[in-house]
């Protein structure tokens, strides 16, 4: 065979094992990217009552709304904890999203408060609280479950109602935390530069069904029904319509950016061909994200399951934990498949200039375009 034809056969291969549908996101070996929408309270928990709407019903129907319109995408099965007015436990809404090893749990409630004047979106991950008003919303949320018996057992102790039981709060989600917060992040800025909502940002506070979770989780608290005029956007079919929108698209930025799958529609929009893929990149960097947690841990072999070179990184209050360092954006994904079968499910790939800034994927491959 001549080395012309081998170096054709050889780009094939590599195409057909890092760019065929198999190479996806999902938790599972399916192509199927998981979504489960959960509907918060329900049956005899109304959640919310502001101005005499109700939480539970409105929480309801944007869900029905976002799941509806996900359906129609081929690449992602939608999962409900709830289609009804009915009352799920807490811990039984996140062993739905376990057991179907989702790729995302996406909560969704209506804020109120005593003073009928704040309104606007916030999105909240798991994690410690930072303030006063974050605590409030997760006692708020919490107190569900004492409309489950025997809760004390099943919580181990927790007690919704008392700060102390928010100190010692297990933070399981520390290996998904970075991509909670980027799926919060874009939901939020659907709300904000889309729908124009007041923007009232991405926050961490003590919810029981995010603990639970074992994926990417967010709690959306889409408005106040407290404050008269969100309450009745909130409960109008016209609201409640652009905010499954921006959910929708919410989701969907943050699947497209960390689903390499979508590599070939990349590579089209810059048209940059495969054999240039499997060329280096002078001026990019990548590697493998692993983590990102609050916690400073060593990045030694000993403590990431035996990967090496591992870095770490401080951004934005977290360090995020990295493995491998390439040029070469084939090599990065034999890097992920390495640390995924290492039990590192939720890796991905990132990427960094020369100035070591991180960039989007499409940012590194517009550099290879514009070669």
């Known amino acids: 065979m001549s080395s012309k034809n081998f170096s054709l056969c050889f780009l094939l291969f590599l195409n057909f094992i890092f760019f065929s549908p198999i190479q996806t996101y999902s938790q599972l070996s399916s192509s199927k990217f998981k979504v489960v929408l959960d509907a918060g309270h329900g049956g005899k928990d109304s959640g919310n009552t502001g101005n005499d709407y109700l939480e539970k019903d409105i929480a309801l129907s944007i869900v029905l709304q976002v799941g509806e319109e996900l359906k129609k995408y081929d690449d992602i099965e939608v999962i409900y904890t709830r289609t009804k007015d ?104 659907e709300f904000t530069n889309t729908l124009k909502r007041k923007n009232r ?61 979508n590599i070939e529609a990349e590579l089209e929009e810059y048209k940059v061909s495969t054999e240039a893929v499997v060329e280096d990149f002078d001026d990019v960097i990548f590697k493998v994200q692993l983590a990102a947690s609050s916690k400073k841990i060593d990045p030694s072999p000993e403590n990431f399951k035996k990967l090496s070179p591992l870095s770490r990184n401080l951004e934005n209050d977290l360090y995020k934990y990295y493995f491998g360092e390439t040029n070469n954006y084939i090599e990065a994904q034999n890097l992920k498949d390495k640390a995924k079968a290492q039990g590192y499910t939720s890796a991905f790939i990132v990427a960094f200039n020369k100035e070591a800034k991180k960039i989007s994927i499409k940012e590194a491959l517009k550099t290879k375009a514009d070669e």
């Open 86 to 189: 009915v009352f799920i436990p807490l811990h039984k809404r996140a062993d739905i999203a376990n057991k179907a090893k989702a790729d995302l749990f996406v909560s969704v409630h209506c804020n109120g408060v005593a003073n009928s004047s704040p309104y606007g979106t916030e999105t909240f991950v798991l994690g410690l609280h930072r303030n006063k008003d974050n605590l409030e919303v997760a006692m708020k949320e919490n107190a569900v479950i004492k409309f489950e018996e025997d809760y004390e057992v099943k919580y181990d102790g927790f007690d919704p109602e008392s700060p102390e039981s928010y100190i010692i709060f297990s933070l399981t989600q520390e290996e998904f935390l970075d991509q909670s917060i980027l799926l919060a992040d874009f939901v939020q800025k």
């Open 201 to 261: 940002g991405v926050k961490q506070a003590g919810f029981l069904v995010l603990r639970e979770t074992y994926m990417p989780s967010v709690l959306v608290e889409t408005g106040f029904l407290t404050n008269k005029k969100e309450g009745a956007y909130l409960n109008s079919k016209s609201g409640q319509d652009k905010l499954a929108d921006a959910i929708i698209d919410g989701i969907n930025n943050y699947k497209n950016t960390i689903n390499v799958s």
